[in-house]
């Protein structure tokens, strides 16, 4: 599809990002063989389950939360370049304020994580959440953020309070890791439109544990792209196993030399603000 086509939107009637020059895709015209049930959008069980299992202030209001979402949906909608992203999937999300500067990767490990895999084993007892690591990885003081992401607003603004949001987590589905980030220099709203990250994704788990539960579809390996490793041979994401859920810090490289473009994998738009 092109931007004639889209009405001028850079993203198609599904909501994928439509590719330019440059870009490296799986395919132009996504096939969508990989999907993500449309979420149910309940914001008082989602505020719950992220106040139980990862510290937002209890003092938030679900009419808080709804508000703050409906806002941003507005401003994103009534710019003519992402008009179509919320014909995609988009998962309302709460994640809690952090008013200190930590280590990422000690973050993810000792916080992030046990709070998805606290959420997820909540609604599914009988599934497994786990993090794999390959090879001799770590995370502890090996993860920045990407310069090309914009996740650095992000990570400034839950400085002052919680954020409220949506993710997209099918917005550059089929896209490869560089071509995710290089893309983001062609969007507007450049102070809370950014390439989703750890912590924002996480949170969209958090209040949604089933989002990658399909028992009838494959649904994609969801990219935490505005996050570099060290070790640039290395991706971070989520991704289903069967029906139960894993982060993995893994290899992106096909050979010493080419990095992978995947049909599964899936890069993230997330746009948010500040809750109270």
């Not at 893994?250 to 809750?275: D, H, R």
Request: overall charge negative; aromatic content about 10%; charged content about 20%.
């Amino acid at each position: 599809m092109s931007l004639n086509q889209s009405n001028g939107s850079l993203f198609d009637s599904s909501g994928r990002r439509i590719p330019f020059n440059g870009m490296r895709v799986f395919n132009q015209t996504s096939l969508a063989y990989y999907k993500i049930n449309k979420p149910s959008y309940n914001y008082e069980e989602i505020l719950s389950s992220s106040k139980r299992f990862s510290d937002v202030d209890n003092k938030i209001s679900v009419e808080s939360f709804m508000s703050v979402c409906s806002g941003l949906k507005k401003q994103v909608m009534n710019e003519p370049l992402l008009k179509n992203l919320f014909d995609g999937i988009h998962v309302p999300f709460i994640a809690p304020r952090q008013e200190e500067d930590v280590d990422l990767g000690s973050e993810l490990e000792k916080i992030t994580l046990p709070s998805v895999a606290s959420s997820f084993k909540a609604s599914f007892p009988d599934l497994h959440c786990k993090a794999t690591l390959q090879g001799s990885s770590r995370l502890k003081g090996e993860l920045t953020i990407d310069q090309e992401s914009r996740y650095e607003s992000f990570i400034e603004a839950r400085k002052k309070s919680a954020l409220a949001g949506w993710y997209f987590p099918q917005a550059l589905q089929e896209y490869d890791i560089d071509s995710q980030r290089a893309q983001m220099s062609t969007l507007p709203l450049d102070e809370n439109l950014v390439l989703s990250g750890s912590l924002d994704t996480a949170a969209a788990l958090v209040g949604s544990p089933d989002l990658l539960v399909n028992v009838n579809d494959y649904p994609p390996v969801l990219c935490l792209s505005a996050i570099k490793h060290s070790d640039e041979r290395l991706m971070l994401c989520f991704k289903a196993y069967g029906q139960h859920l894993e982060f993995w810090c893994m290899s992106q490289m096909l050979t010493p030399g080419q990095k992978q473009v995947s049909e599964q994998w899936s890069g993230g738009l997330t746009v948010f603000a500040n809750i109270e």
